[in-house]
């Protein structure tokens, strides 16, 4: 597609000069440019989502800000974390898969996966205090990139959200948990429903959002 863009372009400033020259008029044009270079943005993963042993026929929720709100999770479940590292108090757009396929191990049956994202400055590990005082993701402005990590009313979920980097290391960290729910629905794997052990992954692309 940037190939393509780029030929149009030309194309297009030939027919102008063309046009120009059978006109027989002179004239002269500039034009300005400027670029901001930013630090390149890197992301770290410290650690995997893992719901545990759950029970069918009950919704499970894995509470990113809160381990003691989550519902059906087992005794090892955990947050995933990722770091992302870039330029201070820049917008930065995030997107992932607003549902991923998890698979069971043995043959195709799968259900789904629903990210939900809370995010909080500075590198951090994924403790009570930490997920407590974490936001959760929005894909609206952020009013002051100084002082807020996400925009206002967000509920987590994807497929965008946008966050700046701490003023202190340049860090932020994602606390991702979620729901799980028959394939394709927002409905509870009923007590009937696929069991056994489902492994999947998320992929996200993040880039400065100006």
Same mark, same amino acid.
Do not use: C, W
């Given at each position: 597609?940037?190939?393509?863009?780029?030929?149009?372009?030309?194309?297009?400033?030939?027919?102008?000069?063309?046009?120009?020259?059978?006109?027989?008029?002179?004239?002269?044009?500039?034009?300005?440019?400027?670029?901001?270079?930013?630090?390149? !943005?890197?992301?770290?993963?410290?650690? =995997?989502?893992?719901? &545990?042993?759950?029970? #069918?026929? *009950?919704?499970?929720?894995? /509470?990113?800000?809160?381990?003691?709100?989550?519902?059906?999770?087992?005794?090892?479940?955990?947050?995933?974390?990722?770091?992302?590292?870039?330029?201070?108090?820049?917008?930065?757009?995030?997107?992932?898969?607003?549902?991923?396929?998890?698979?069971?191990?043995?043959?195709?049956?799968? !259900?789904?996966?629903?990210?939900?994202? =809370?995010?909080?400055? &500075?590198?951090?590990? #994924?403790? *009570?205090?930490?997920?407590? /005082?974490?936001?959760?993701?929005?894909?609206?402005?952020?009013?002051?990139?100084?002082?807020?990590?996400?925009?206002?009313?967000?509920?987590?979920?994807?497929?965008?959200?946008?966050?700046?980097?701490?003023?202190?290391?340049?860090?932020?960290?994602?606390?991702?948990?979620?729901?799980?729910?028959?394939?394709?629905?927002?409905?509870?794997?009923?007590?009937?429903?696929?069991?056994?052990?489902?492994?999947?992954?998320?992929?996200?692309?993040?880039?400065?959002?100006?």
């Amino acid at each position: 597609m940037k190939t393509i863009f780029k030929s149009l372009l030309v194309a297009a400033l030939f027919v102008g000069v063309g046009t120009t020259a059978k006109a027989q008029l002179g004239t002269q044009g500039s034009v300005g440019a400027n670029a901001r270079i930013l630090k390149q !943005i890197t992301i770290t993963q410290n650690d =995997s989502i893992r719901f &545990g042993t759950v029970a #069918a026929g *009950t919704q499970t929720f894995l /509470n990113p800000q809160s381990q003691a709100s989550s519902t059906n999770i087992g005794f090892s479940a955990a947050v995933g974390r990722l770091v992302v590292d870039a330029s201070q108090e820049e917008p930065i757009r995030i997107t992932f898969d607003s549902t991923v396929v998890l698979t069971r191990t043995t043959n195709d049956t799968s !259900i789904s996966f629903v990210p939900v994202i =809370s995010v909080i400055h &500075g590198e951090q590990e #994924a403790n *009570t205090a930490n997920r407590t /005082n974490s936001v959760l993701l929005s894909a609206q402005a952020i009013a002051n990139p100084i002082t807020d990590v996400t925009g206002p009313s967000g509920n987590g979920e994807g497929p965008v959200g946008l966050i700046t980097t701490s003023g202190v290391d340049q860090r932020t960290t994602l606390f991702i948990g979620g729901y799980l729910y028959l394939r394709g629905t927002r409905s509870v794997i009923p007590s009937n429903g696929p069991q056994g052990t489902f492994i999947g992954g998320m992929a996200f692309n993040i880039i400065y959002g100006i």
